[in-house]
């Protein structure tokens, strides 16, 4: 089955073109506003994921002691879960609506405003803080080449100006993300290329890891499989990017385009970092990359790593205005966008100006990311399976009580449950330089918070939503009615 061509512009549509602000938000996209094919998902991905973050930490897995096949191997490992994320994807042609609206279906009106609207925002708010601290670092370290040497308040401004990049694009919405994407992949991705390049003929081929006890060693493995697996974990949004593809796309396209496009570039950037780290020290590798490369493209460089860290904003501050408004918030999206990216660069200058050390702050978050990330992502991909992707967007955006998802008083208890139980016994296993559980030092400090974090919360979610009174009766289940012929078409 070939996918459905873009249908003709209509004025409700035209308010997603490129240079016009999105109205939409959170609402249901009717099907005469989509249009497009899978292929789109490629770019909008790509461009979010061509990261210098990956580069750090592919060189942090060395760090840990890890030999280079160990660290590629944890690399290739843990980028696995974008399928994942291709995955949920499928539900936003589906639904017409972003996965904040979805979740609703999974923890109830009042639930998802918990566990979806407030843990997106706050998820959303630390990787926006993330991107605008290693911009603002990439900015001020590019700006001596240029001749530029700045105060305290010129830095300050450079943050000011990082931010703003990073904001203005999420505030005009989609259909300007999606077209100024592939040129923001192709660009990053050749700049990525060359210094593949320069490290491939530099990497130390013969490196020898340190010697560690095996418990050690394998307690290392799976904190650098925690902290790798943060990445893709951490979009549990891409039903944000695909609603408003028609209902009828096939989603085999949606899974492949969304997952390749994360995994590609997080994969060789993140094998690009830990071939550099037998070459340089990767505690500071803004400062090292000098080492490996020429002088002139050591500015260049720096401007990938401010650009890469810009694009990936844009899709985070995107998501996160738009979790915003799925706490309940009356607040049209453009809004939302800019009321937590102003949040997010108040506590970015913290991170920048004031925090003790940027490298153990980023790792112990990322570490501790996975507690809730894990279970969460788990629950949606296991609802999509257990629905049948049959989401209905305009009862999911009725919000009244007593209204389709409002289960009891507004929670569903089998979403909330799982996440809860699925939280509690990731915390158990995790081992951070903030937080050590209980049974990861009774493991020697082997976290594997990330391993069944997402296996419990999704098997105690499967089980409690089929037997949970009154839904283990298939036909008092939300969405039970039967499939309409064009939805049964997207197992295509």
Do not use: K
């Not at 925690?226 to 549990?236: C, F, M, Q, R, T």
């Not at 650009?307 to 904003?313: I, S």
């Amino acid at each position: 089955m070939t996918e459905q061509a873009a249908p003709p512009r209509t004025d409700a549509a035209s308010a997603n073109a490129p240079g016009h602000v999105e109205r939409h938000g959170i609402d249901f996209i009717a099907p005469e506003e989509r249009g497009g094919s899978s292929f789109s998902l490629f770019w909008i991905w790509m461009s979010a994921n061509v990261l210098y973050l990956y580069f750090v930490i592919g060189g942090g897995l060395v760090l840990l002691g890890l030999s280079v096949v160990e660290a590629l191997a944890v690399t290739v490992v843990g980028n696995l879960w974008w399928a994942v994320v291709g995955w949920l994807a499928v539900s936003g042609p589906s639904a017409g609506a972003p996965s904040v609206t979805i979740m609703r279906a999974m923890f109830g009106i009042r639930g998802n405003r918990i566990f979806g609207g407030a843990l997106g925002v706050l998820i959303g708010l630390f990787y926006e803080i993330i991107n605008i601290a290693v911009g603002t670092f990439a900015a001020l370290a590019l700006l001596p080449h240029l001749g530029v040497e700045l105060g305290m308040a010129g830095e300050w401004s450079v943050l000011l100006v990082v931010a703003f990049l990073s904001f203005v694009f999420s505030v005009y919405g989609h259909g300007t993300i999606m077209a100024l994407s592939p040129y923001f992949s192709g660009a990053l991705a050749l700049a990525f290329v060359v210094l593949g390049y320069f490290v491939l003929t530099a990497a130390d081929f013969g490196y020898t890891a340190p010697e560690l006890p095996t418990g050690e060693r394998w307690a290392m493995i799976a904190l650098g499989y925690a902290i790798v697996a943060s990445g893709p974990l951490s979009w549990g949004t891409g039903a944000d990017y695909s609603r408003y593809l028609p209902e009828r796309t096939p989603r085999r396209g949606i899974i492949w385009w969304t997952a390749l496009g994360g995994f590609i570039p997080a994969v060789l950037i993140g094998g690009l970092g830990v071939l550099a780290a037998t070459a340089i020290d990767m505690t500071d590798p803004q400062q090292t990359i000098g080492e490996i490369v020429p002088a002139w493209f050591t500015p260049v460089f720096l401007f990938v790593v401010f650009l890469g860290t810009v694009t990936n904003n844009v899709l985070v501050a995107y998501s996160t205005g738009l979790y915003a408004q799925g706490l309940g918030i009356r607040l049209p999206r453009a809004t939302t966008v800019v009321v937590t990216g102003t949040v997010a660069t108040v506590l970015g200058g913290w991170l920048v100006f004031g925090a003790p050390s940027f490298l153990d702050t980023l790792n112990a978050a990322l570490e501790l990311s996975v507690c809730i990330l894990g279970p969460l992502v788990a629950i949606y991909a296991v609802d999509i399976v257990l629905r049948r992707n049959r989401y209905d967007g305009r009862a999911l955006n009725d919000e009244r009580p007593g209204s389709e998802f409002w289960y009891r008083h507004g929670y569903f208890a089998p979403g909330v449950v799982a996440m809860v139980v699925g939280a509690v016994v990731s915390l158990l296993f995790v081992n951070s330089t903030l937080f050590v559980g209980p049974v990861a030092a009774a493991l020697g400090g082997a976290d594997l918070s990330a391993l069944l974090a997402p296996v419990v919360g999704g098997l105690v979610y499967a089980i409690l939503w089929r037997y949970t009174a009154p839904y283990n009766d298939p036909a008092r289940r939300p969405g039970a009615t039967a499939p309409r012929p064009e939805r049964m078409e997207t197992a295509a």
